[in-house]
């Protein structure tokens, strides 16, 4: 049999193998591998830790699951969101003044169902969708948006150059965290982009994940978490120049780079100071890593204390989101069905199914007023502004939401 996952004993960025452990979350099944009930063989658990590397401030996941276990019974759904879709518009909106993407080609790699290429090519654009999952790239090609179902890799990016030309401006969100291979995509991106070219991508910020203490976003799919200091490092040293950067409020934090060949773009303000703030922080040291860690095992006690203390004077308490994220955290923190009864999602494959590791049945939305338990933990909490809005009456009955992080407490 072959491995099912392999240790990852260097640094993606730059190859060091200087990598000091500073976070360990146990061994935690894969995210969002929810489970037939009556499955009778334990959910398979891998180790979930992060390492910093010394030399380039990179951090990253100890071990890489191969990618048919990982993604293996994974229901791929569009995740979009109206606060999603508004995000995408403005984002396609940027992109398009900004480069002038007229008539030219943009390429999005992990396109989803074309949420962000439909508004750029009102906008007069050529575009291109790179995307994995086979459901969405049908729906995105029969909504008219041209979409290759296919990973993105070196030899793709040459095989669009030949049919399409070269890309003026290449886009992946919430893409590179997830990539092994980063010299792969780096050279996909030199062969793809034309001179003047540039390279647009979110990726979650290190710096929130230490700052608010999200490590339930750890999870085996999440192989990296990146600083600016290290995607620096990772382009220069493949011929490629990031030239901004800028934070943005999705998915608790994440930032927008963009990247072109050295020289062509100047530098802007937004990435001097961010790099100030990361030297601030000194990013570089072990210290806010390991202030992170103790949070870590801080906001766990928290949690459990609470959920403990509710549980004794009789309380029933659900979970509200059957978000990947809401897998680690009760993972992590122990808690399982004889605490919180039952989780309800929107997502209608998830329901029916059980959360991994925990085995808590997910069920729909409705239970929360069918069962009115009387505290919702909010494992989703990346919305939990939408959910308290639409879940009025829940509270006027006497209903209350718990925020698990960055310390857990009963919301007013
Ligand atoms: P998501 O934001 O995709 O987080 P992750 O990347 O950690 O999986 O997950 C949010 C989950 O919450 C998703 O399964 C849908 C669910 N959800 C609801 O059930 N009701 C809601 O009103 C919202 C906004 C989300
Ligand atoms: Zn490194």
Same mark, same amino acid.
């Given at each position: 049999?072959?491995? !099912?996952?392999?240790?990852?004993?260097?640094? /993606? +960025?730059?190859?060091?193998?200087?990598?000091?452990?500073?976070?360990?979350?146990?061994?935690?099944?894969?995210?969002?591998?929810?489970?037939?009930?009556?499955? @009778?063989?334990?959910?398979?658990?891998?180790?979930?830790?992060?390492?910093?590397?010394?030399?380039?401030?990179?951090?990253?996941?100890?071990?890489?699951? &191969?990618?048919?276990?990982? %993604?293996?019974?994974?229901?791929?759904?569009?995740?979009?969101?109206?606060?999603?879709?508004?995000?995408?518009?403005?984002?396609?909106?940027?992109?398009?003044?900004?480069?002038? !993407?007229?008539?030219?080609?943009?390429?999005?790699?992990?396109?989803?169902? #074309?949420?962000?290429?439909?508004?750029?090519?009102?906008?007069?654009? &050529?575009?291109? #969708?790179?995307?994995?999952?086979?459901?969405?790239?049908?729906?995105?090609?029969?909504?008219?948006?041209?979409?290759? *179902?296919?990973?993105?890799?070196?030899?793709?990016?040459?095989?669009?150059?030949?049919?399409?030309?070269?890309?003026?401006?290449?886009?992946?969100?919430?893409?590179?965290?997830?990539?092994?291979?980063?010299?792969?995509? !780096?050279?996909?991106?030199?062969?793809?982009?034309? #001179?003047?070219?540039?390279?647009?991508?979110?990726? @979650?910020?290190?710096?929130?994940?230490?700052?608010?203490?999200?490590?339930? !976003?750890?999870?085996?799919?999440?192989?990296?978490?990146?600083? =600016?200091?290290?995607?620096?490092?990772? %382009?220069?040293?493949?011929?490629?120049?990031?030239?901004?950067?800028?934070?943005?409020?999705?998915?608790?934090?994440?930032?927008?780079?963009?990247? #072109?060949?050295?020289? $062509?773009?100047?530098?802007?303000?937004?990435?001097?100071?961010?790099?100030?703030?990361?030297?601030? /922080?000194?990013?570089?040291?072990?210290?806010?890593?390991?202030?992170?860690? $103790? /949070? +870590?095992?801080?906001?766990?006690?928290?949690?459990?204390?609470?959920?403990?203390?509710?549980?004794?004077?009789?309380?029933?308490?659900?979970?509200?989101?059957?978000?990947?994220?809401?897998?680690?955290?009760? *993972?992590?923190?122990?808690?399982?069905?004889?605490? =919180?009864?039952?989780?309800?999602?929107?997502? @209608?494959?998830?329901?029916?199914?059980?959360?991994?590791?925990?085995?808590?049945?997910?069920?729909?939305?409705?239970?929360?007023?069918? /069962?009115?338990?009387?505290?919702?933990?909010?494992?989703?909490? *990346?919305?939990?502004?939408?959910?308290?809005?639409?879940?009025?009456?829940?509270?006027?009955?006497?209903?209350?939401?718990?925020? @698990?992080?960055?310390?857990?407490?009963?919301?007013?």
């Amino acid at each position: 049999m072959r491995e !099912t996952y392999r240790v990852a004993d260097r640094c /993606r +960025v730059c190859g060091s193998a200087h990598l000091w452990q500073f976070l360990s979350l146990g061994d935690s099944p894969l995210a969002n591998a929810f489970v037939r009930p009556g499955t @009778p063989t334990p959910d398979p658990r891998y180790p979930l830790a992060l390492v910093k590397c010394e030399d380039c401030t990179q951090v990253q996941l100890t071990v890489v699951v &191969r990618p048919e276990i990982l %993604f293996r019974d994974y229901a791929y759904a569009s995740s979009a969101s109206s606060s999603m879709i508004e995000h995408f518009r403005a984002m396609a909106g940027a992109i398009t003044s900004r480069y002038a !993407t007229r008539g030219t080609l943009v390429v999005e790699i992990g396109s989803n169902d #074309g949420v962000l290429l439909r508004p750029l090519a009102a906008a007069g654009a &050529r575009v291109l #969708g790179v995307e994995p999952a086979e459901n969405l790239a049908a729906v995105a090609n029969a909504a008219g948006v041209e979409t290759w *179902n296919a990973f993105f890799s070196l030899s793709l990016a040459r095989r669009i150059v030949v049919e399409k030309g070269q890309a003026r401006v290449v886009v992946a969100n919430n893409v590179m965290a997830h990539i092994d291979d980063l010299d792969d995509l !780096t050279q996909g991106l030199n062969a793809l982009l034309d #001179g003047d070219g540039v390279f647009v991508a979110e990726v @979650p910020y290190l710096v929130e994940l230490l700052d608010r203490v999200e490590f339930d !976003t750890v999870y085996h799919e999440h192989l990296s978490y990146f600083s =600016i200091s290290a995607l620096r490092t990772l %382009f220069a040293r493949r011929g490629l120049e990031l030239f901004d950067v800028k934070r943005e409020t999705v998915h608790g934090g994440s930032l927008r780079l963009h990247v #072109g060949r050295p020289g $062509r773009h100047p530098l802007t303000a937004g990435l001097t100071a961010t790099l100030e703030d990361e030297s601030r /922080r000194e990013m570089h040291d072990r210290v806010p890593y390991q202030e992170f860690a $103790r /949070r +870590v095992v801080v906001a766990r006690d928290a949690l459990r204390s609470l959920v403990h203390t509710l549980r004794t004077q009789g309380k029933r308490i659900a979970g509200y989101g059957a978000a990947a994220k809401g897998n680690t955290l009760l *993972n992590y923190c122990g808690l399982a069905s004889d605490d =919180i009864e039952f989780i309800v999602d929107s997502t @209608p494959y998830k329901q029916g199914l059980l959360a991994p590791g925990t085995r808590i049945p997910v069920v729909p939305e409705s239970w929360i007023l069918d /069962r009115q338990p009387d505290y919702a933990l909010l494992l989703a909490w *990346n919305h939990a502004e939408a959910i308290v809005r639409k879940n009025a009456e829940y509270v006027r009955r006497g209903g209350r939401f718990i925020l @698990p992080l960055p310390v857990a407490r009963v919301m007013d």
